[in-house]
Each structure stands twice: as C-alpha cells, then as structure tokens.
C-alpha cells in the first residue's frame, strides 16, 4: 500500500510541476548585448510568413520574409528570410515560447544571427525583435519591444529572474545604440588580432 501512495504522490507531484518546467527560460539581453551576438540588425517591413513541416516532417517552421529599408549592422540582400520554429499547417499547431511572432505589413527592428547561407533566427527570440510605431502627428518613430511573453528572462551575471523592458524609445536612439556596440564590438576585435 506504501508502494502505491509513493507512486500516486510522484504523480500528482510531476503533475503540479508540469505548467512549471514547461516554461521556455532565456538570458536577458539589452541592446548592446543583442547587437554583438547578432550577424545583422535590420530594419524593414514584412512582406510574407508562411509556416511548413521541417523535411523529416517532424517539427512546424515559419518563414519570415522582411524587404530591408536599412542595415543598422551588417550587410545583405534587400530581403531576408528570417525562419523560426512553430506556426500552423493544416491546422495544425505548434508553438515554442518565448518567440517573436510576425505579421505581414509590420513593421519591424530586428537583431539576427545567421542559420545557414540565407536564412537567419532572431538573436534572442522575442528580445531581439522592436516593432516600429509613429506618433499621430508623424514627427516621431518609435520601436516596441516585443513581449516575450510567458519566458523567464534570467540575469546573465546574477542568474536571478530579471524584468523585461517595455519601454519605446525613439527609432533614432535604437539605431545610435546598435552602431555604438557595433563600433565597440569591432574594435575589440581589431585589438584582439593586433599583435
């Protein structure tokens, strides 16, 4: 009887801690940080998301088509697919927390790491994606930090949960920010080959 109670008691426990361990966990990144982790940060408008079975036919993914206005770091092609896990086929439906969802017409600041010779991933899932949004008036551009949701956001240094910031700022900033770390990362490298 003592037998069945452990076993009934690590069910119920496993049960009670699933919602819990199912959580996508992630290292907060600012926007210097993004940057140096990131091949290209774009800015541009999406055009087309298309969601397909992986070739085992296993797993759902979802292109992302982006006509680039500006590169704020990197170079490329006037339009990069940005490809990322989940979506829906045939209604049916996989989704991964924590990722940056996309909508055809948005407008967009992206961080992107390279995946490949011509696709790319968005550098720190939902971190790395700013919607773009303009005042009433339209003398200001500002970029939204995408939610990320349901993730837990962990302290590089402290590995305690850290806040997420919501704030816009206006794209100008974004964009000095991003070519600031960019000219930081590429003089540490420049120093690290000098003899």
């Given at each position: 009887m003592?037998?069945?109670?452990?076993?009934?008691?690590?069910?119920?426990?496993?049960?009670?801690?699933?919602?819990?361990?199912?959580?996508?966990?992630?290292?907060?990144?600012?926007?210097?940080?993004?940057?140096q982790?990131?091949?290209?940060?774009?800015?541009?408008k999406?055009?087309?998301?298309?969601?397909?079975?992986?070739?085992?036919?296993?797993?759902?993914?979802?292109?992302?088509?982006?006509?680039?206005?500006?590169?704020?770091?990197?170079?490329?092609?006037?339009?990069?697919?940005?490809?990322?896990?989940?979506?829906?086929?045939?209604?049916?439906?996989?989704?991964?927390?924590?990722?940056?969802?996309?909508?055809?017409?948005?407008?967009?600041?992206?961080?992107?790491?390279r995946?490949?010779?011509?696709?790319?991933?968005?550098?720190?899932?939902a971190?790395?994606?700013?919607?773009?949004?303009?005042?009433?008036?339209?003398t200001?551009?500002?970029?939204?930090?995408?939610?990320?949701?349901?993730?837990?956001?962990?302290?590089?240094?402290?590995?305690?949960?850290a806040?997420?910031?919501h704030?816009?700022?206006?794209?100008?900033?974004?964009?000095?920010?991003?070519?600031?770390?960019?000219?930081?990362?590429?003089?540490?490298?420049?120093?690290?080959?000098?003899?």
């Amino acid at each position: 009887m003592r037998r069945y109670s452990l076993v009934v008691g690590a069910a119920l426990a496993l049960f009670l801690t699933r919602g819990q361990a199912a959580a996508t966990s992630m290292l907060y990144q600012d926007v210097a940080s993004l940057t140096q982790s990131s091949d290209a940060v774009v800015h541009g408008k999406v055009t087309k998301t298309e969601s397909r079975w992986s070739g085992d036919h296993k797993r759902i993914v979802t292109d992302v088509w982006v006509d680039v206005a500006e590169f704020l770091k990197g170079k490329g092609n006037k339009t990069v697919v940005v490809q990322q896990p989940g979506g829906e086929v045939d209604g049916i439906g996989q989704r991964v927390s924590g990722l940056a969802s996309f909508s055809e017409g948005e407008e967009v600041v992206l961080f992107l790491e390279r995946e490949g010779a011509e696709r790319y991933r968005v550098a720190g899932m939902a971190q790395g994606k700013f919607r773009v949004e303009r005042s009433s008036d339209k003398t200001a551009t500002f970029v939204v930090p995408e939610s990320v949701g349901d993730a837990e956001l962990i302290d590089p240094q402290t590995r305690q949960p850290a806040q997420a910031d919501h704030r816009p700022m206006e794209l100008s900033a974004l964009r000095a920010k991003v070519r600031a770390a960019a000219k930081v990362q590429a003089s540490e490298a420049q120093r690290r080959k000098s003899p």
